[in-house]
């Protein structure tokens, strides 16, 4: 079974920075790509930012210029650097990965369970 474990949400105030990592355990073969989704109260999930398993990423135009994504692939580890955070990148982050337990097996979509960022004022 594959769990994908954040931490690293928190509060902090405008301006300031968090980095959020995000690791698969268990039984992974293969994993196609990692990204960060974020959900606001009242809002819908939406995509932050993703890498894939040959490093091409994709930001959120929110996240362009103060967010960057990156990977360790030797323990199946994304993080999310977050800078100049403002009051609107409040969030419950959640983390996500496309990724097979086989070895030719098809593969599935996993997400973590949310670390909260809150950002002051």
């Known amino acids: 079974q594959v769990q994908l474990a954040e931490s690293g949400g928190g509060l902090v105030q405008a301006g300031g920075s968090l980095r959020l990592s995000c690791a698969a355990s268990g039984i992974v073969f293969n994993i196609n790509y990692m990204g960060w989704y974020r959900q606001a109260p009242g809002k819908q999930r939406e995509l932050v930012a993703a890498?894939?398993?040959?490093?091409?990423?994709n930001y959120a135009d929110s996240a362009k210029g103060r967010f960057t994504i990156s990977k360790n692939n030797a323990n199946n580890t994304v993080y999310l650097q977050m800078n100049s955070l403002k009051p609107d990148d409040t969030a419950v982050y959640y983390c996500?990965?496309?990724?097979?337990?086989?070895?030719?097996?098809?593969?599935?979509?996993?997400w973590g369970q949310g670390t909260q960022v809150t950002v002051s004022s």
């Open positions: 890498i894939t398993s040959g490093s091409s990423t």
């Open positions: 996500n990965a496309g990724l097979r337990t086989t070895l030719r097996g098809p593969y599935y979509d996993y």
